[in-house]
């Protein structure tokens, strides 16, 4: 089973809107949390990545939110663009450096 | 640089066919991944290798090898293939210890009829 539960599996967001994706977890070991855009026909990319000891991250209109007792994170996109239309994965990793990957989230910002 | 490349792009086999997915990169990267992504359950890794020489098994090994006789490489091996292996497999590399992120590579569309 995935150690890494993605929620919702799509969404639709107008130009200018704010796409919220969720992340939980249970392996209280996890101690790095990144992003990935992927875009069709594309490998993954890392979008923005964030530590346990921060709360939060913020890339450009991209933040990542992070609550450690709830075993949670989440990738808030502000200002929502269509060129922001890909395939979100949330991951975590332990300290072996392999990625666990949520089931992904497609987004379509709509104009 | 080119980063991550994976050759072919397309394939499609026949039940039982054999075929080798080769990924280079020449970022001199000291670990490597594969992985396949299936619909609904995101990349799933399926062999790693932490150096040249090395390799070792991901969380769905079975029905595949690995190489990495040269640094640059990675080769995934399927020697029966089997309809439950079409997917699409992604090559990833990461520069060493201490730094997490990994770079993938386009993709390989493998289709098992």
């Known amino acids: 089973q995935q150690q890494v539960k993605q929620s919702p599996q799509s969404l639709i967001v107008q130009k200018g809107g704010i796409s919220i994706i969720n992340c939980a977890y249970e392996n209280t070991a996890f101690d790095y949390f990144p992003w990935y855009q992927q875009f069709p026909g594309k490998g993954p990319a890392l979008l923005i990545a964030?530590?346990?000891?921060?709360s939060e991250k913020k890339e450009g209109r991209f933040t990542i939110s992070f609550n450690k007792s709830a075993k949670q994170f989440s990738l808030h996109i502000m200002d929502s663009q269509p060129g922001d239309s890909a395939t979100y994965f949330c991951?975590?990793?332990?300290?072996?450096?392999?990625?666990?990957f949520g089931a992904g989230t497609t987004v379509t910002v709509r104009a | 640089n080119a980063g991550v490349t994976q050759t072919p792009k397309f394939r499609v086999l026949k039940t039982g066919q054999s075929m080798t997915l080769l990924c280079a990169q020449d970022?001199?990267?000291?670990?490597m991944y594969w992985y396949r992504q299936d619909p609904g359950m995101g990349l799933r890794l399926i062999h790693y290798?932490?150096?040249?020489?090395?390799?070792a098994k991901g969380e769905v090994p079975d029905g595949y090898n690995v190489s990495r006789l040269k640094k640059q490489n990675f080769l995934l091996g399927l020697e029966s293939a089997a309809p439950s292996q079409t997917s699409v497999y992604f090559c990833?590399?990461?520069?060493?210890?201490?730094?997490?992120?990994?770079?993938f590579g386009p993709g390989t569309r493998l289709t098992v009829l």
């Open positions: 970022m001199n990267h000291e670990y």
């Open positions: 964030i530590r346990p000891d921060v």
């Open positions: 290798s932490v150096g040249e020489g090395t390799t």
């Open positions: 990833a590399s990461r520069i060493g210890t201490g730094v997490y992120e990994q770079f």
């Open positions: 991951a975590a990793s332990t300290n072996d450096y392999k990625l666990s």
